[in-house]
Structures are given as C-alpha cells and as structure tokens.
C-alpha cells in the first residue's frame, strides 16, 4: 500500500492500523509545515518504508504507484486559511498532485482511494434539518475547496474515462491527536494551555460536524475492504455544533471562564454550515462512528494536547506569528 501524506495529521492516525492489516506500506510525504516525521515514529515495521518527496514529482509518484497494489491519497494543502492567502501551493499539491496519481494509477492498474471533504459543497443555511449526500451539486466556497473539488472531479472523470478502479470519500471536520494547531480544535486548546484567548471568527454561530480522526480512518478502511467501485462515499458523525459551542467546550474542560474567549474579523466566504448525511456508508457498508459523544472525544483529544506540548509547541510559535502577519 502507498500512503500518500502519511505524516499529516489525518495519514499518521491511518498508517499503525494499514501495517498492521497490509504488511508493507509505503508512506510518501513531502513534509510540508503539516508534515511530521515523528507522528511516524511507533510505526517500526520492518516492511514500513518512508520516502520524504512531493506528489507533483510525475516520475517519483510514478516509480512508487508502479510498485503497490493499492494508494491511499491523503496528501493536500489543507487549510483554508492558508489557501485565502496564498492559493498557489494548493493548485500545485491538490490538482497537479492528484493528476500525477490518477495518471500512474492509469498506467500501472492500480486501485486508489481518494481522500476528500464535504467543503467541497459550500455552505447550508444554519438551523435547517438539510444535509449533503452523495448527489449534491459541487459549489465550494475557498481556493482549498475549490481545489479539492477539483480533484474529486478529476478522479471521477479517470474513473469514467478511463476505468481506473477509484473510490471518494468526502468527511466532514476531523478533530483527535496529530492535528496541526493551526486548526480550529488544537488552536484552541493550545491558547488555553499557553495563557491566550481563543480567536473566534465572527460571531461564533458558524456550523460544523466533527468526527472523531479514527472514526473517519475506519470509514476508509471499510471503503477499501468493500466499497463499491466508481462510487463516492460521505462520512460524518453527525455531531454538529457552532464554533461558539466547540469554543465553550474546550473552555469549560480547561476549567476557564465560558466567555474567556475574543470575537475576531470573520473569514472572507465563511462557509455557514456544514452536515453530511452518511446514511449510504452506514447502510452498505454498516459503518457506525465509536466516538458518538463529541463532549468525551474533546477531552480525551484536550489530554492529548496537554500531554504533548513538546510536540506542538514550536509549531504552536510559527502558526501565530503566520497569523498575526495575516499571510
Ligand atoms: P494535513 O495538512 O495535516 O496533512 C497533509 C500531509 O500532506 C502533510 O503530511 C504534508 O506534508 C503532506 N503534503 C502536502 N503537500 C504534499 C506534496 N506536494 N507531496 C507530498 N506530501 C504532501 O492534512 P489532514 O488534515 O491530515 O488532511 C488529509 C486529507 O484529508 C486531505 O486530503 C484533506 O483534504 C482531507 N480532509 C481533511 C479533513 C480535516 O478535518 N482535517 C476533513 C475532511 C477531509
Ligand atoms: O482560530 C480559529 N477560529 C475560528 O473561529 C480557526 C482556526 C477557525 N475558526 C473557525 C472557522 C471554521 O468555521 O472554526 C471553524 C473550523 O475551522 P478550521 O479548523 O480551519 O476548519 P474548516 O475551515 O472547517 O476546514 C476543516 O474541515 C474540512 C479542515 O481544515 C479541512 O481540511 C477539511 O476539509
């Protein structure tokens, strides 16, 4: 198996359990800012092989897809903010990269599984019973959304044109350990746990879904063992609560004052809500989420924060000084 960005927070919690079940992995990661070698460093199979290089090199992704059975593509540029910034490294890593993978899936027949997100269907209307499934029309709001859609779109068209055996899934917001701190959750907490206040954009009423970084990775695993192939899948809790909520939480864990937390200038295009419906997950591939309680992940996800503060505490530097420059 070929684990493309496998240091990243979501790829780390996946490659223990892909070792476990493949034998031999391969985790191919550029390591970018979000990319870290020691998420890695429990995995210590003989059989696991780390290659450090970026999924736009056509001839590197070539000679490694040449060589599994099967890709898992997690690698992006992930973060929206950054993406309003700079959109530039997000048409390189989330389209060019992908199109390097689709074309050495095509030529040396082999299966992929494409990681995506529900942004790409922009935003719902807050306080509406209305979810996305897996025939929503694409609409995303950001340079990253619009970039992941345009990968969705161009492995479904491979898949179509071309036959590759792909499948899509698209998750709703992940939260667990590993997660960069420049991420709503981990930024949070790590202001708490070093004197500050929490940032807020807007007024806090924006809407999302959080599900649990294992719980999503085992949705993935049962897309590899026995999803359909051509076919896109949703994956979401179905705990939705607004960012003031999630704020208040992690506040309230922390033993702070609810309202210890700053109102800040919105995000431009703040997409309001977002709520998969992943009833199609659930029924065919009878996937249910372990973490059903958002409350009691939180915490466990705040211990690991608080227990490993040598591991984001340089990053946790870098990321606010990126944002208070506003680059
Ligand atoms: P992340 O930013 O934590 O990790 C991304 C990893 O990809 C890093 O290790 C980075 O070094 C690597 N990478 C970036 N550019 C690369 C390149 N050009 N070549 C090789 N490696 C490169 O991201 P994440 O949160 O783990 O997200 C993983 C995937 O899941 C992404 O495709 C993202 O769109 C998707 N997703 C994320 C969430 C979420 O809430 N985090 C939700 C739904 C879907
Ligand atoms: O400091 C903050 N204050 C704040 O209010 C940050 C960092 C975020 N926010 C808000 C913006 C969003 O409404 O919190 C919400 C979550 O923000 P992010 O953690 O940046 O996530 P989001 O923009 O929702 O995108 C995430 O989920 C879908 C991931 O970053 C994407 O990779 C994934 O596709």
Redesign the pocket.
Known sequence: MLV??????????FVPGAVAAYGRVTV?????????RR?LAAVSSSDFEFVE?????AALVDKLVGQSDIVV???????VDNSIGDPA?FI???VV?TFNILEAVRRHDVRLHH?????VFGALPLDTGTRFTESTRYDPSSP?SAT?AS?DHLVRAWTRSYGIAATI???????GP???VE?LIPRHITSVLTGSRPKVYGTGANVREW?H?DD?NAAVQLILDSGRLGDTYL?GSGQERSNKQVTQAILRLLDRSPDAYDQVADRPGHDLRYATDSTKLRTELGWTPQYEDFESGLAQTITWYRDNAVWWHEAKRTTEARYAAGT
Not at 28 to 36: E, S
Not at 53 to 57: L, Q, V
Not at 169 to 175: D, G, I, K, P
């Open positions: 493309t960005g496998g240091a990243g927070f979501i790829g780390a919690n191919l990661d550029a390591l970018t800012y979000a990319g870290d998420n290089g970026d999924i736009a090199d593509h997690f690698a992006a540029e992930s973060h490294p390189r890593t989330n990269g990681i995506s997100t529900d942004e990253y992941k990968s899934s698209n998750c709703a917001n992940n939260y590993y997660q960069h991420k599900t970084v999503h994956i």
